[in-house]
């Protein structure tokens, strides 16, 4: 997400989800901190939509009223993706869609904004231009170019040439792939090695891959007519993408060619295309569930050759390990990205990267989208092209980027502010957006680590004595059988800790549970190098 | 830990550990499987350790015992690794630790053993060959051909050329890079690639490694040694290791080159290089902290370039990620493996695998170390040389390849036997080994994931009325504050279940505990689309 503001108007372009990391366990998503434009509601006049990929538009349902509930403007394939999300959340009456091309143009307030295509590998992607009194700024969102792709126009170039020679004041540049040297792989490469490899298959071709590579599954279809199968589809986020994509002809291709993934029995082996979830190694999608031969409908076996057409998403590679090798202790055929080109990333290498730069020739640049060090790789580039360094700005979430006429001149001067707007990852657990924080992760993560160990001690409120032996119970700490004798010397140590502390007389259990608490955690830890998390009850009675 | 058995007799090659996956949360190690070996520990005659890498010696000091406490032989720089932890674990008398050199040769009942050295990113690298009466098994341990290293020999191609030449029946050969094109950057290679880069910073350097590449560390020293710097290290195994390296011969440095960390501020920046742990993104090795600002001798500043010399091991991508964030937050300079060739692998690429292939001319193939795709990869590599494909093995942990002669004629066959030995991962967690099962780990995962939610409910055994409020303690679930009203209606919800239940008399509490779990579970699913863990507790008073 990111919120543009001149004067009193604010546009925000997208509005994206993150997944978890390793260190937020139970956490379904992230989205971006927006109590900022919360506190500036009423300013906020639009949100601008790129494309329709997660990390865009994941965060609406849960978002968009909170900043004001702005009218979303998105081209047809994304506003047909959004629409979906809306209904699943009941939000579609209240919220406001409109399409638009990328010939179109708006002015909300002091923006004039005006679209440019750009190539992605989801079909309707644009970057946006933001003309405002002190100059031009060029968002170009998720961007590759692709001078042959398969399912929609190449970027249009000569609208970015345009606005260049009219002059742009700051470029906004997809900096994920700033890495990777060369031009990336056009996807009219990767319908012909599909096409190859499924022509060459003996059995059943299983294609795995995001619900959200439109162009990919459209290439699937394009090689399933010209190698004579058909294609069934695996997997709800794939069924769904599928329907909105085709309905609004995003993906094109001729009925016959479809086929009920229940019906794949009464074809031959050599016929069927599966299209499925699962190419990240989730364990519940579609593949995953095939790997475990847990799938209702499809059994994998000898013969089978799957194609993961994909590449891994950071945090996935171990999943991905785990998929391929249950895939391969099957007997299938497994081909992946590593063997032959059958995936093309959808953000530019960094010759993509410069024609962006030369075309839009910005005063400022803003290397965005990638972690910090793609950032960095994107700003040296952007350096080697000659932009002075003073010209190139890195920001993190939070950061302020101000765009000012100099004392009033005509020359504009850019600078990082140093006013940081908040800035925490606003996590959203089954239902709650932003109620969990710190101390609830913290938690979760002990008893992730050594489980925990709880221990009931009813206490005679008369004479302060433990009344019988304290009761315990443990859940990921170790078994209780067979531990008979820690957990024996443990109840003693317990009594042993309530009888010192109540030998006189206590006001309140405070100072009790403290001690039990750290006392039997060392003592736990002693016995067995774990630290589980130690909570000890007093029932008074 | 590869087992070889003919007739009586056992040999052991490697005994090494495993790093939790992801589904294993609070998991220190996992080791292997040693039932089969355990019940025939009076069979085996020795345990040989092809290298001193943690994933071939880690399970030393938790399994020796079990598997008969067999003596132990490894080559000097092995051995020494080997003596350390034996020392740390307070097992160095009651093991026995015998060093041998690459022309040695040993006879263990059947087996005649001979080794050959081979290039490694750690020296003192061996590959095993195992004469036994019916023909000769190569085992390469982990290897690259590399004929320019920088602290040892090259691998010794004549030793494994002769072996081929009198007839290998067996190679096993490591398949880590299986499917990398080409051949692996010599050492050579990266030590000038370091030294320049060194040569060009001007403020201080920090290089980060792991611990155990022993050959990275020398170089390190070589490129200090050149620009006139000294060197300093951070981290506790950086420090064990160069001490044993430097103690036996197996890194060679002026001593002027080194210098203690707490005296790096009497030296001007460009002095300065520190090795470090923590390439791996570990947030608690030296270089994490020093990104954290925690780092009690380190402070890092613009002007620090910070060299990371190390392959992301998969499932470490994102504390990588998240490591140079940081870095690149401070303003230090940042390079890495994608920028310039800092680093080479310790594992043959194709073209190595194929000379091993070439010169060891086996009958019969197995790939080893590595994902199943690894092996799948180096199996077709071995059938494009005209190993056929019947003759080629690719096993899974736990499985048997028999070879035998063929009804006692001159042939010998060889099979994947149908019997399978016990392979279930062997947890370390604290001072258990394997007391960890599968409930543990699932109790763990369900509280990482909604916390836990206990009620503590009191019944008068008489009436078995329930007295007072049901007490509750939550963690990890939600912040009891702010949430006041769901409690409530917890609290009535729990004494409703318990009134329902002891309408009638109850001969014991298990009924009523299982349908709080359930109720209440289902109840603060519904209210929050989690699901805690819920644990009733009845005091009966």
């Not at 900043?67 to 959004?82: E, F, R």
């Not at 993509?352 to 989208?369: T, V």
Request: with cysteine.
């Amino acid at each position: 997400m990111t919120a543009f503001e001149f004067g009193n108007d604010i546009i925000i372009v997208d509005l994206g989800l993150m997944f978890p990391s390793e260190d937020m366990p139970g956490i379904d998503y992230v989205v971006p901190d927006y109590h900022y434009l919360q506190k500036n509601k009423h300013r906020v006049k639009a949100l601008i939509i790129t494309h329709g990929h997660l990390d865009h538009i994941g965060a609406i349902p849960y978002l968009i009223n909170r900043v004001g509930n702005p009218p979303i403007y998105a081209t047809p394939l994304t506003a047909g993706i959004i629409r979906q999300k809306l209904e699943e959340f009941k939000l579609q009456k209240s919220v406001m869609l409109n399409e638009f091309k990328p010939d179109d143009t708006f002015s909300f307030g002091a923006f004039n904004l005006s679209f440019f295509r750009v190539n992605h590998n989801i079909p309707d992607g644009v970057g946006i231009a933001l003309k405002t009194p002190i100059g031009t700024v060029v968002h170009t969102g998720d961007f590759k170019i692709d001078f042959t792709p398969r399912d929609e126009q190449p970027a249009e170039l000569h609208k970015i040439a345009k606005l260049g020679g009219e002059g742009v004041l700051l470029l906004m540049s997809d900096s994920t792939n700033a890495e990777q040297p060369g031009s990336t792989t056009s996807e009219r490469e990767i319908g012909i090695n599909l096409e190859k490899l499924i022509a060459k298959a003996d059995g059943r071709v299983i294609v795995s891959t995001f619900a959200t590579l439109v162009s990919r599954i459209q290439q699937v279809f394009d090689a399933a007519e010209k190698t004579g199968r058909k294609v069934a589809v695996s997997g709800y986020s794939m069924d769904k993408a599928l329907e909105i994509a085709y309905n609004l002809g995003a993906i094109k291709f001729d009925k016959n060619i479809y086929i009920r993934l229940k019906d794949i029995g009464k074809l031959k082996d050599e016929e069927v295309i599966i299209i499925s979830t699962g190419s990240q190694g989730q364990e519940n999608a579609a593949l995953g569930r095939m790997a475990k031969g847990d799938h209702r409908q499809v059994r994998l076996k000898k013969g089978d050759t799957i194609i993961l057409s994909s590449s891994p998403i950071p945090g996935n590679e171990r999943a991905i390990q785990n998929l391929m090798n249950a895939l391969f202790s099957l007997g299938t055929k497994v081909i992946y990205n590593k063997m032959f080109d059958i995936h093309a990333s959808g953000h530019g290498y960094q010759n993509d990267l410069r024609l962006m730069l030369a075309l839009a020739k910005p005063k400022f640049f803003m290397p965005i989208h990638g972690e910090r060090h793609m950032l960095e790789a994107h700003a040296r580039l952007a350096e080697d092209m000659g932009i002075a360094r003073d010209n190139i700005f890195i920001l993190s979430n939070g950061n302020i980027l101000e765009l000012a006429k100099k004392g009033g001149g005509p020359v504009v001067a850019g600078a990082i502010s140093k006013t940081k707007l908040p800035n925490s990852p606003v996590m959203v657990d089954g239902l709650g957006i932003g109620d969990i924080g710190e101390v609830v992760l913290r938690d979760r993560q002990v008893m992730a680590q050594d489980g925990m160990f709880v221990t009931i001690i009813t206490i005679d409120s008369n004479t302060q004595k433990v009344i019988g032996d304290p009761e315990i119970i443990s859940r990921g700490f170790m078994y209780m059988k067979g531990n008979d004798q820690l957990i024996k010397d443990t109840v003693t140590k317990i009594k042993d800790i309530c009888n010192k502390h109540t030998a006189n007389k206590l006001e309140n259990w405070s100072p009790l549970r403290a001690a039990l608490r750290d006392d039997i955690g060392s003592y736990l830890f002693q016995k067995t190098e774990r630290r589980p998390m130690v909570l000890p009850v007093i029932i008074e009675i």
